[in-house]
Structure formats: C-alpha cells, structure tokens
C-alpha cells in the first residue's frame, strides 16, 4: 500500500476549502482537511511544495510514523499551518487503513462508545426577539442543545450574528454564522466590551425564562475579555446554568485562566484556534478547562488530538470539537469518528453546510433527534467529486476584524 498520488484540491463551493487526496498504488484512496480559514492558500503551498514530495513512495499503513517525521523532520514545529498539513495527511491515511481494512474508521480507533454524538448548533439575532425565533428554528431542526450568540445595544456588527449580507453573500444558502466574507480586505467590526457584558446576562435571562432550565445552553466570547472580565461574566452568567462559556480570553497564557477558575464555577471551554497537546499542556494539568476545542484538522489529525484528548481524560475534561462550516465535511467526519470512539466526548458543533458543499463532498453521516453518526462507510465515509469541485474555483476571503471606539484593534 504505497502512496502513488498526492493532490491538494482547492474548492469554494459555499466557501473555500482545501483538500488533500492520497492514491496508494493499489488504488485506494483517502481525503485529508486542510482549511485553514482566511489563509488557506498558505496551508496549499505547505502541502504542495514541501509534503507532497516526501509522500510519494511511502507506506501508507505507517500512519504514526509519517505523523512523527513530517513534525519532526521539518524542524519549524507547530503553527497553524504546519499543524493543518499534518493533519491533513494524518486524516488522509486514516481513511485509506479504514478502506483497506473494510471498517469505518471509528473502528480502528476502538469501536463506538455511544450510539451517537450530541450536536449544538448557533442560534443568534440581533434583538431577542430575532433570537428566540433562531432558538425555536433551530430545535425544530432537531438541536438538543443551543448556542446563543446576540446583538448589543451600540454595536453595529458582532462576532456570531447571521446578517443579510451573509445570506445574499451565499446566494441563498442561509448559514447562521459565517463569519469569513469574499473580498479583497477584511470586513471592520466594532467592539465594547463594557456595553457587552452588561447585555449578555439579560440576554440569558430572557432565554431562560422563555424556553424553560432544561435546554443545554452555550455561548461564545470569541477571545476577547482579560482575565478579570472573563471572571465577571462567568460569574454572571451561573444563575443561567450554561453547558460552557467558550473562548473567555485569548489564552494564549494559559496561566490567565487561574483566575477565571478561582471566581466562577461556569464551565470553560478553550481550544479552537490551538495546535498540538503544548497549547493544552498547563490549562488540562491544573484542570482550568472543562472542554477541549479543537478541531482535528488544526490540531495534527486524529492522531495527535487523540491524544490530547486521553490526556483531559485523566482531569475528567471533555471533548468540544470545534465544527464551524470552514471545517469541511472531510474534517467533520474525521471529527464524529473519533467522538464516538473516546470516552470523555462532551459535544460536537455541528452548523449545517451549504448544498453545493454538499455535492462536491458526498457525505454519509446521519442527523438523527439531535445525535451526530458518522456512519458505516469503510474510511471515514466521504467522497470528493473533482467534477463539481472544479465548477468552484478558490476565492479570496477573510474573517473579519476589530476595532474600538477610540480605532484600537481589538480580538476579535
Ligand atoms: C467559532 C468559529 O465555531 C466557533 O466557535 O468561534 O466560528 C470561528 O469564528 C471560525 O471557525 C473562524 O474560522
Ligand atoms: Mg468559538
């Protein structure tokens, strides 16, 4: 089973993705994710110019031993962009050994520990109103538990609103969120943090008392509070009883989250934008998380986040993994495989993708009452039409950024 072909596919049917595809020279073949959103042409010429020659030829059951010298021989660790081709390659064989072997790959990786996994999807708005309507949407989609994002009071644009712009943007295709937008340069938001966290909590209360205790809810701050702000919203927002608060603070110190911990019992979750088990290290030792957010294809494939997430085993931290629409369809299935076959899984983010996604990815994974599946497909279960992918050529696109009232670039 020797690795024969190596391509990376750009895509942008709803938005861009990148793809790489692996051909052994017995003809099976295996999908890797490899987006990275708002730079995805770097993880393109990663792959292309530097992973792509050292594959051919190599064995392509040696998942761990590819995983280990592409990390190690490159020299230059970590990063996003490393981490995404790692990953990539890492899911890729993933889904040829399950091929080969006859069995999805959440077999391989221990058979199922649950009959399915527990989506959230994003419901907002801009007035509570246009949030309550997005809640009870989303329930009747089948969502057993929600996640609140809402506008503030002063603020045009904010992090997790759907907006019109969006929607025509997406030629009819309604994503809730999505945040990257086409163009030449990034959309400009705006930001108060004071005006927002005193808005937040009378959002949760409405919520609360419209839809009842029982709902699991979530919501994201999307990195932009310190430490001690973090510390006030969570501790504002317990009488709510969330299922996590997401992204308090940019915790790239990891250390800033002792203080968080010491004032609020509101459960944390951190990780979407990490890379490797390093970015975890301390957060998992001194239990200053309670979910892990990683995505497989930023986190160096199933191998490498599998790891991470044995290691929150031993704290009782769960998985969260990150399931926005920029992690492709390949990049979900690698997810929900390896969800159902941990223990410690917590929840999956699934936000539905667009149909012309869905047709350049053919999908085997089923949404049932609320409950994830990756299906019985041999491998992970995805196939990438190159006919359909190739009507969608790239588009430059970038996340949005930030500003205060006074022009500072603030997180966003
Ligand atoms: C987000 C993401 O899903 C989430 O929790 O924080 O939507 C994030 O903004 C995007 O994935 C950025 O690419
Ligand atoms: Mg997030």
Known sequence: ?????AEVVVTSPDRNFVTLKLTTD??????????????????????????????????????????????RSAYWRRGPVTMAAIAAVDMALWDIKGKAAGMPVYQLLGGASRNGLLAYGHASGKTTDELFDSIRSHQEQGYRAIRV??????????????????????????????????????????WDTRAYLRHVPTVFEAVR?????ELPLLHDAHHRLTPIQAAQLGKSLEPYDLFWLEDVTPAENQEALRLV???????????????????????????????????VTHTGGISHLKK???????????????????????????AMHLGLAIHNFGIQEYMRHGAKT???????????????????????????????SGKYPYVQAYLPFNRLADGTVHDW
């Not at 089973?1 to 072909?5: A, H, L, N, V």
């Not at 490797?276 to 309670?290: G, N």
């Not at 869905?358 to 999908?363: A, E, G, L, N």
């Open 1 to 5: 089973m020797i690795i024969d072909r």
């Open 26 to 71: 017995d003809g099976l073949t295996g999908l890797g994710d490899a987006t990275l959103n708002g730079r995805e042409m770097a993880v393109v010429a990663y792959l292309a110019d530097h992973v792509v020659p050292l594959l051919i030829g190599r064995d392509a059951h040696r998942i761990e031993d590819t995983w280990q010298f592409l990390y």
């Open 149 to 190: 994002q809402t506008g503030v009071p002063g603020l045009k644009s904010i992090y997790g609103i759907a907006s019109n712009a969006t929607y025509e943007a997406m030629e009819g295709v309604r994503y809730d969120h999505e945040p990257a937008q086409r163009g030449a340069l990034p959309a400009e938001e705006d």
């Open 209 to 213: 008392n419209e839809f009842g205790s």
């Open 261 to 295: 911990r010491q004032h609020t019992t509101t459960p944390l979750a951190i990780g979407e934008i990490f890379n490797t088990v390093w970015d975890y290290q301390q957060i998992i030792r001194e239990q200053l998380i309670d979910y892990v957010r990683s995505a």
């Open 308 to 334: 991470v997430l044995d290691y929150a085993a031993q704290y009782q931290i769960k998985s969260g993994m990150h399931g926005p629409t920029d992690i492709s369809p390949v990049g979900m299935a690698a």
């Open 358 to 388: 869905d047709q350049v990815f053919q999908q085997s994974f089923t949404w049932e009452n609320g409950f994830l599946h990756p299906g019985n497909n041999p491998g992970l279960g995805v196939e990438l039409d190159l006919d359909e």
